[in-house]
């Protein structure tokens, strides 16, 4: 039975026993990539299973999940996988462990068709009660039901002593047995036996505790079930293969790189890193399905490394070209019935994956000069230092640079390790403290003070009456704020939008009878707002009122920026297609930047058709309707979310029309059309895969473009200049080509003979030293034997212009131009030299031409 078809079963199964029908999540977690979603409900239903009520009480999923905290094992083993699917039936205090046991079985049994004989089982040490259930409901025998302890039937594993905190519980697992031909080959072996002859396919979490500080275990107000069976796993024992790899779920992209290799190897050899590039893709293209694109840091980088570990891989088959983005479409195949789109984003996709290939690809071809930059011959600190800044900068791999490392015959491995952490650590730290706001901007573990948070009031008012509840200058609370340096005044309710979410905080003033704070910044920590600025007249005081007002004018800047970024988004979306997600944004009052998931720059084309269809939903004059809802419901309802780490349970979603709705707490307008129209400004790269768009809108994209239509006049100024110097120049250029032309004649005839040796000297008026040039090689031309001396002088601007030529029969007879100009020019004032049979020099001393002609000519008379 293949995969498709098993994930539809089990689907069906559950559905008829009025289990909902859940969409996986993104498979990538928002805070550790290396997090095992097994079982699948652990991370995506923790907040029913701590008794939040979602409309419904039972579930059934098929999540796409990631694990790379063995990312090693991949390849090596039967069933170890980056990427996999989990299958998994859930309850949120509605049946317990004999439904989900009984179904478990009836599912396995009766639906597949799996021989009881197969299937063993396993109890938590402590837990009776499913112990009980599968000897006397379900009938399996004692001798098939193990009992296992804290670290195999307790989940998550050993969390009663080690954590974390949050729903837990004791599990049963059902395991298939491949037989006594397999594994150990001993009488006595179970599912507590790692030898491979027994291998899970279900994970029963019976979740009705919640873990609590000092490993105290509170019962939850619900029991719950929490399920996990690995469709992989699954489909390997249906299909009677004790090797995941070797199912249809796989074996056409390992077939693939098969037909890529082009040098013998041993199959046995190969078959790991068959079995691992297989994997490994499933795990990058669904990374990037979800929006996480090659990058140096977080989710970004673990992506990175896993390409890179493929190309390691391909390399090591000898393949040494960009390969791994070639097998998308094989995988777009596969995963077509559960995944459909996969099929219309693969080009993108394997663009994605190509450019980071053929960067990493080039890094390793400039292995040796990089190498090079390691101080073999100096301490662990040295050494450690530069590894670290070679992986740092050039993303060098670590195991090649430990290969480089023991291939030198470096010793002290261990202490260059040492090393190297040591300076991840610290770039952590030094990342953690710049992001971290100091002085005028405050400390994220908030401000040492006992606040309220601000009521914000600005969605729906640009000003209130406030209180002032405290006054800090330098980080610290004072008495009170009078002229002079930066305060911040922090109240109990304001208008003021605080910097958060790309957009810039208000600006604006506190008003207290005839004493005004000019606020020049808002920023926040820990829900309590900044207002950061300085006193213009008066005094302010703990406990004083004020009348708080924004700037009203920029606030509608910022809004239609805000919202124009929502439209931008859209349209994005719309041109290039749906694997467009917001990256990051910043929205001021006089422009927009907007950062996307793209792996190419767009064309002319492209940013002109983009620009086109925001403008048409602008067009569209569609009202923006803000409203606060529970975040699955918005998610339901079709609202973006690309940031899901930045929202609580309650999430406000901004609507425009049938255009754009997001999840979005920053301000924006009341209709779209109040953003008047979008200009895009520029369009470039940020990190590879990401795209970067700045934009303006309104008053400020027609001044830009006002700014363009001047620049071009100028340089259309410039150009038709330009033009008209030219033509002076190529009419200069051909009077003096037809003067040239009848002056060498009139030269050649006023040579003289000297010493057997026609010489031509003459002091032309008005050339330079091109036109100079030019007619010494006319007069050479025509007088076929002779030495050719020509000056020309600017007496205004004091220069003086010589040029010899020589032609080519006097060469053998001693006769240098080169020579003759170096004892000539020093006459002129200057120097010069060149060829046997040409040479120039300047000077500054056109008076002097006299002298430097006499030299010449005695020169040639000495001969």
Not at 449 to 459: D, H, M, Q, S, V
Request: hydrophobic share 40%.
């Amino acid at each position: 039975m293949t995969g498709d078809r098993l994930r539809e079963k089990f689907l069906e199964f559950f559905k008829a026993r009025q289990h909902k029908i859940v969409e996986s999540d993104s498979l990538v977690p928002k805070d550790d990539l290396t997090v095992l979603f097994t079982p699948a409900g652990m991370n995506q239903f923790k907040k029913e299973f701590m008794g939040f009520d979602s409309g419904f009480r039972r579930a059934a999923t098929a999540q796409r999940c990631l694990r790379t905290d063995d990312l090693d094992k991949v390849g090596k083993t039967n069933a170890h996988h980056t990427f996999f699917e989990m299958l998994g039936n859930f309850s949120f205090g509605d049946y317990f462990k004999e439904e989900a046991i009984a179904w478990a079985w009836e599912f396995l049994t009766k639906e597949l068709k799996i021989d009881q004989e197969k299937l063993w089982v396993s109890v938590y040490q402590d837990d009776d009660e499913a112990y009980n259930i599968w000897k006397d409901k379900i009938g399996v025998p004692v001798k098939k039901i193990v009992k296992l302890g804290d670290k195999d039937n307790f989940w998550p594993a050993e969390a009663k002593t080690k954590g974390p905190n949050g729903p837990c519980g004791p599990c049963s697992e059902i395991f298939y047995d491949f037989g006594s031909s397999v594994g150990c080959g001993e009488k006595v072996c179970d599912p507590s036996c790692s030898c491979g002859r027994f291998v899970e396919i279900w994970n029963l979490v019976f979740t009705q505790f919640n873990r609590k500080d000092d490993g105290l275990l509170e019962p939850l107000p619900n029991k719950n079930i929490d399920t996990g069976m690995g469709l992989e796993r699954l489909a390997a024992v249906m299909q009677g293969k004790q090797n995941n790899f070797e199912t249809e779920l796989f074996q056409p992209i390992i077939k693939e790189i098969q037909r890529g290799v082009e040098i013998e190897i041993s199959l046995q050899d190969s078959k790991k890193l068959f079995y691992a590039i297989a994997d490994h893709l499933r795990a990058v293209v669904f990374s990037i399905y979800d929006g996480i694109t090659p990058s140096n840091e977080g989710r970004g980088y673990i992506v990175r490394k896993i390409i890179r570990k493929s190309v390691m891989h391909l390399k090591s088959l000898g393949i040494n070209k960009p390969f791994l983005n070639t097998l998308v479409g094989q995988l777009a195949q596969i995963m077509q019935a559960p995944y459909p789109d996969l099929k219309d984003r693969q080009e993108d996709i394997a663009q994605v994956i190509l450019n980071e290939e053929k960067n990493f690809i080039n890094i390793l071809n400039s292995s040796e000069a990089l190498f090079a930059k390691i101080p073999l011959n100096a301490g662990a600190e040295e050494i450690g230092e530069a590894v670290f800044k070679l992986h740092d900068t050039y993303g060098f791999p670590s195991e090649e640079i430990e290969k480089y490392l023991k291939k030198q015959n470096v010793d002290n491995l261990a202490a260059i390790a040492d090393v190297v952490s040591r300076k991840f650590e610290e770039q952590r730290e030094r990342s953690r403290s710049q992001s971290t706001m100091k002085g005028d901007v405050f400390d994220s573990k908030g401000l040492g003070l006992k606040l309220n948070a601000t009521k914000f009031t600005g969605y729906k008012e640009n000003s209130a009456e406030a209180k002032i509840l405290a006054i800090l200058k330098d980080g610290k609370e004072v008495n009170g704020a009078l002229a002079g340096g930066l305060f911040q005044v922090v109240l109990d309710r304001t208008p003021f939008y605080a910097e958060s979410g790309g957009q810039v905080g208000d600006t604006g003033g506190l008003v207290s009878g005839t004493s005004i704070f000019k606020v020049l910044n808002t920023q926040k920590t820990d829900n309590v707002f900044l207002h950061i600025g300085e006193v213009n007249s008066g005094s302010f005081k703990k406990g004083d009122k004020v009348t708080a007002q924004i700037d009203v004018k920029r606030r509608l800047n910022i809004a239609r920026n805000h919202t124009a970024t929502h439209i931008l988004q859209a349209a994005l979306r719309a041109v290039l297609g749906s694997h467009v997600q917001q990256q990051g944004s910043l929205v001021s009052e006089e422009k927009f930047r907007f950062d996307f998931t793209h792996f190419k720059g767009l064309s002319k084309e492209e940013i002109s058709r983009v620009e086109e269809v925001a403008n048409n939903c602008i067009a569209k004059s569609q009202r923006v309707n803000c409203e606060e809802m529970n975040f699955k419901e918005a998610k339901k309802a079709g609202a973006l979310a690309f940031f899901e780490e930045k929202y609580g349970e309650m999430v406000r979603v901004v609507t425009m029309g049938d255009i754009s709705k997001e999840l979005c707490a920053g301000t924006h307008l009341d209709n779209i059309s109040q953003i008047g129209f979008i200009k895009i400004i520029s369009e470039g790269s940020v990190a590879s895969g990401i795209r970067r768009i700045e934009g303006a809108t309104a008053s400020f994209a027609e001044r830009f473009i006002q700014d363009e239509e001047l620049k071009a006049i100028e340089e259309s100024k410039k150009k038709s200049k330009l033009r008209d110097l030219k033509e002076q120049e190529k009419k200069r250029s051909s009077e003096i080509s037809n003067s040239l032309r009848d002056a060498a004649p009139r030269l050649i005839e006023k040579a003289i003979k000297l010493n057997g040796v026609n010489l031509v000297l003459s002091l032309e008026a008005g050339l330079d030293m091109s036109a100079l040039r030019l007619l010494a090689d006319k007069v050479k031309e025509e007088l076929k034997h002779g030495v050719i001396v020509l000056g020309s002088q600017d007496s205004q601007q004091k220069k003086a212009y010589l040029v010899i030529a020589i032609t080519q029969d006097l060469l053998p007879k001693g006769l240098d131009a080169g020579a003759l100009i170096r004892q000539a020019a020093p006459d002129i004032g200057g120097s010069g030299g060149g060829r046997q049979d040409f040479a120039q020099a300047g000077g500054t001393k056109p008076e002097n031409f006299t002298l430097a002609f006499e030299k010449i000519r005695a020169i040639i008379k000495a001969l």
